[in-house]
C-alpha cells in the first residue's frame, strides 16, 4: 500500500487472510543459491524460417538489493526481445521448467490459431518438463509481447514476459529517430519479509488485481538512459502489470504518439503524458532539447474511496540524462512536423461503410460476489459512493488483498441472450465486421476500469461515450473507463477459437473472458 495514500479503517479485517494458501515459486529438491541469477534481455535477431529455444525456469532476482526467487524466460528478465522482419515465420520450441503448467500466447499477433496459447481452448497446458512447439509469423509491424496464459497474475508477474518487435520493410515507416528504447513497466508487490505470496488454488487480490509497490522498467527500479543534446529516442512501451494503467510522461521534453498496438496512428499527435493500460502498447518519440536529468514520470490521481478525495502523485521510473554534446544526426526538423500516415488511413477507409452499422454484439462489464467478509461488504458499501473512472492507485488494499477468484467473480454479461463469460459463445466469419459496444457498469459492487483484449485480430474504437474518434489505429487491447460505453469496430480477418478477455490479471483469473469462433472462408468463395 502507498504510504503517501491515507488509509481506511480495517479494524475487523486486521486478523483475517485469504481464503487460498499461499504461493511463492520453488522447485522440490532445488535449493536457492543453485538458482541462477537472473540477466538481463538479450535481443535475438531472427529471420524467416530461423528457430528459438525458449525455457521458463527459475531465477534469482535481485530489486533494489534484495534476492527474491522468481521466474525468467531463458534466465531473464524481461525475456529475450525477438526481432523479427514483417510477414516472416519463426518457429518456438518452448519448455516448461517451472513446477505450475504454462503456455506462451503471442499477443496481439494475427497468428494461425494453433499457436495463441491458450489451454483448453487452442492447446493442452504444458507441464513441468514437457514442450511445445509454436509456429510465429508476424503480418503486422508493431511492437507486440509474450507471456504465459495460465494464472497470469503469479506467471507473468513473476517476471514471465517479452517483446516482439516485428520491423517493416518501408525505411521512412516511422520519422528519423537516434535511437529506440524498448521498455517494459511493470509493478512489484513487496513487503518486509519478500515477495508477498500469491494465492495457490485462487488468485488474491481478485477485487482490484494486485497492485505492485515497486516500479519497474525493464524488470529494474530506475530505469537510466543517456543520450546527447538534440537526441530523437523512439520509446517502444509495453505495459506488463497485472493492473495498474501508467501514465508516462517526460519532465520537460517534447513528445509525440506515433504508433499503438497492431499499428501506427493515422496522423502523429502532440501529448503531454501517455495512458496505457496493462498490454496495450505504444510507440512515442521524445526530443531532447534542454541538457540535464529528465525524470520519467507516472503521474496519477490517487483516490481515497473512504474520504472520497482525490490527491495528485508523482512517481518517477527513471532518469533520461541529457549530455550538452550535441547530436551527432540531427532530426529536430523532421521531428517538429507531424507526419500523416496515409497508407494507414486507407486501409482504414476501406472499413468507413461499416462504422454506422448497427451494434452487432452488446456486451456489460460487472462482477459478482460470494461470501467475501461481512466487514467487506459493509465497507465496499460505503466505498462505492465515490467512483472514479480510472484507479489509479490501490485504495483498499486489504480488502482487495483477501478477496480471491473464489468469492469474486468479473463478468462480461450479454443482455441480449443473459449469457455471461464463457457461456458467450459467437460465430463469426473469416471476413466479417463486428461492431461489439462494451458499457462498464458503474453501479455494480465494485466497478473499475478493464483493459479489453480481443486475440487473433485487430480493431479500430470507433467513439467512446458517443465522441467520434477521429484519429485512430489498430488495436488489440483497449481500456473501458466506469461507466463508459465504447465501441469496437473488429476485422474478423483471422479464422479460429479466439478470447476476448479483461487484461486484469486477476479479473482474468475471476472469470472475465468469453470465445469466439471465425469460421474459415470456403475456397472458391467471397
Ligand atoms: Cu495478453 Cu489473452 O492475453
Ligand atoms: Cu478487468
Not at 494475427?110 to 510465429?136: K, W
Not at 441472450?417 to 471476413?431: A, S, V
Not at 458517443?466 to 461507466?483: C, F, I, R, S
Request: with cysteine; hydrophobic share 40%; aromatic share 8%.
Amino acid at each position: 500500500m502507498d504510504a503517501r495514500v491515507p488509509g481506511m479503517p480495517m479494524g475487523a479485517l486486521e486478523d483475517q487472510v485469504p481464503s487460498a494458501a499461499p504461493f511463492l515459486p520453488s522447485l522440490a529438491g532445488i535449493d536457492t543459491a543453485a538458482i541462477p541469477r537472473s540477466k538481463p534481455r538479450q535481443v535475438v535477431e531472427m529471420t524467416d524460417g530461423d528457430s528459438l529455444d525458449l525455457k521458463a525456469g527459475l531465477v534469482r532476482h535481485v530489486v533494489e538489493g534484495r534476492t527474491f526467487v522468481m521466474y525468467g524466460y531463458n534466465g531473464q528478465i524481461p525475456g529475450p526481445l525477438i526481432k523479427v522482419r514483417q510477414r516472416s515465420r519463426v518457429v518456438v520450441n518452448f519448455t516448461n521448467e517451472i513446477e505450475l503448467p504454462t503456455t506462451v500466447h503471442w499477443h496481439g499477433l494475427r497468428l494461425d490459431n494453433p499457436f495463441d496459447g491458450v489451454p483448453g481452448v487452442t492447446q493442452e497446458a504444458v507441464l513441468t518438463g514437457e514442450s511445445f512447439r509454436y509456429e510465429l509469423r508476424f503480418p503486422d509491424a508493431g511492437i507486440y509481447w509474450y507471456h504465459p496464459h495460465v494464472r497470469e497474475d503469479a506467471q507473468q508477474d513473476l517476471g514471465l514476459y517479452g517483446n516482439m518487435l516485428v520491423e517493416a520493410p518501408e525505411t521512412d515507416y516511422y520519422g528519423p529517430a537516434n535511437r529506440q528504447e524498448v521498455l517494459v513497466l511493470d509493478d512489484l508487490l513487496v513487503d518486509d519479509l519478500g515477495l508477498v505470496p500469491w494465492g495457490a488454488e485462487a488468485a488474491t487480490h481478485a477485487l482490484m488485481g494486485r497492485w505492485g509497490n515497486v516500479l519497474l522498467v525493464n524488470g529494474e527500479p530506475g530505469y537510466g538512459l543517456t543520450v546527447n543534446r538534440g537526441d530523437v529516442v523512439r520509446f517502444e512501451l509495453t505495459n506488463v502489470a497485472n493492473a495498474r494503467t501508467f501514465n508516462l510522461g517526460f519532465a520537460g521534453a517534447r513528445m509525440k504518439l506515433v504508433a499503438t498496438d497492431v499499428s501506427r496512428y493515422q496522423k502523429e499527435q502532440w501529448i503531454q503524458s501517455v495512458v496505457i493500460s496493462p498490454a496495450e502498447r505504444y510507440v512515442i518519440d521524445v526530443l531532447f532539447e534542454e541538457p540535464g536529468e529528465h525524470p520519467i514520470t507516472n503521474r496519477i490521481q490517487a483516490v481515497n474511496h473512504f474520504l472520497g478525495d482525490f490527491l495528485p502523485l508523482v512517481d518517477t521510473l527513471g532518469t533520461v540524462t541529457v549530455l550538452p554534446e550535441s547530436t551527432e544526426a540531427d532530426h529536430a526538423r523532421a521531428f517538429v512536423e507531424l507526419r500523416d500516415y496515409p497508407d494507414v488511413s486507407s486501409d482504414i477507409e476501406r472499413f468507413r461503410p461499416h462504422f454506422d452499422r448497427p451494434v452487432d454484439k452488446e456486451i456489460v462489464l460487472t462482477l459478482e460476489v460470494g461470501a467475501l467478509h461481512t466487514s467487506i461488504l459493509t465497507m465496499m458499501t460505503v466505498d462505492t459512493f465515490y467512483v472514479p473512472p480510472l484507479e489509479w492507485n490501490d485504495a483498499m488494499p486489504m480488502m482487495n488483498w483477501l478477496s480471491t477468484a473464489r468469492e469474486v467473480t468479473w463478468v462480461l454479461h450479454e443482455p441480449e441472450t443473459g449469457r455471461k463469460n464463457m457461456d458467450i459463445g459467437w460465430t463469426f466469419h473469416e471476413g466479417d465486421v463486428v461492431k461489439i459496444r462494451i458499457h462498464n457498469e458503474p453501479r455494480s459492487f465494485h466497478p473499475m476500469q478493464h483493459p479489453i483484449h480481443i486475440h487473433g485480430q485487430r480493431f479500430l474504437v470507433l467513439e467512446q461515450d458517443g465522441v467520434v474518434n477521429t484519429n485512430m489505429a489498430w488495436k488489440d487491447t483497449a481500456l473501458v473507463p466506469v461507466g463508459s460505453t465504447v465501441d469496437f469496430l473488429v476485422d474478423m480477418s483471422n479464422p479460429g477459437d479466439w478470447m476476448m478477455h479483461c487484461h486484469i490479471a486477476e479479473h482474468l483469473s475471476a472469470g472475465m473472458m468469453l470465445r469466439f469462433t471465425v469460421e474459415p472462408k470456403v475456397v472458391g468463395q467471397d
